[in-house]
């Protein structure tokens, strides 16, 4: 009874270590398709907000990321389903993306937060330069306000 739970639990053992999908022929690198999957990510964003940018500059999605990283569609299917297959490492790829687009979201806040103070202080300074009396007011700033 023992050997025959012993067998069962090692062939489960065994048989959960193969691979369900093959190692494509071509593999792309963890990295790579890291990289791949975050520009994907950005250019979906870009063509959900401002399709006609895209449009007018002729770029179609997927034919740009085939160039940009020299790989070609049917690449990039298999070596997508093979690092789905694997979900610890589609885990670790995705979490690579997703920390550069949080990044590159912070950034973006850090700047738009800048914009908005410097738009702020400019319409206070505008604010307190006419409520001045005209007589405060240097010539070069009356000429501002006319």
Not at 77 to 90: G, K, R
Not at 117 to 145: C, F, G, H, Y
């Amino acid at each position: 009874m023992k050997k025959a739970v012993l067998y069962i639990f090692c062939v489960c053992l065994i048989s959960c270590g193969e691979k369900v999908v093959q190692e494509p022929e071509q593999l792309i690198s963890k990295e790579k398709m890291a990289d791949i999957l975050y520009d994907l990510a950005i250019l979906t964003a870009a063509k959900n907000t401002s399709t006609a940018i895209l449009v007018k500059n002729k770029i179609e999605t997927m034919e740009y990321l085939y160039t940009k990283y020299s790989v070609d569609s049917i690449q990039f299917v298999e070596n997508n389903l093979y690092y789905a297959s694997m979900p610890a490492d589609y885990v670790a790829i995705y979490a690579e993306v997703d920390s550069r687009l949080e990044s590159v979201q912070k950034k973006m806040e850090e700047v738009q937060k800048i914009k908005a103070d410097s738009i702020r202080k400019a319409n206070d300074k505008a604010k307190d330069l006419q409520n001045k009396p005209t007589s405060d007011v240097m010539p070069k700033e009356q000429d501002a306000l006319r």
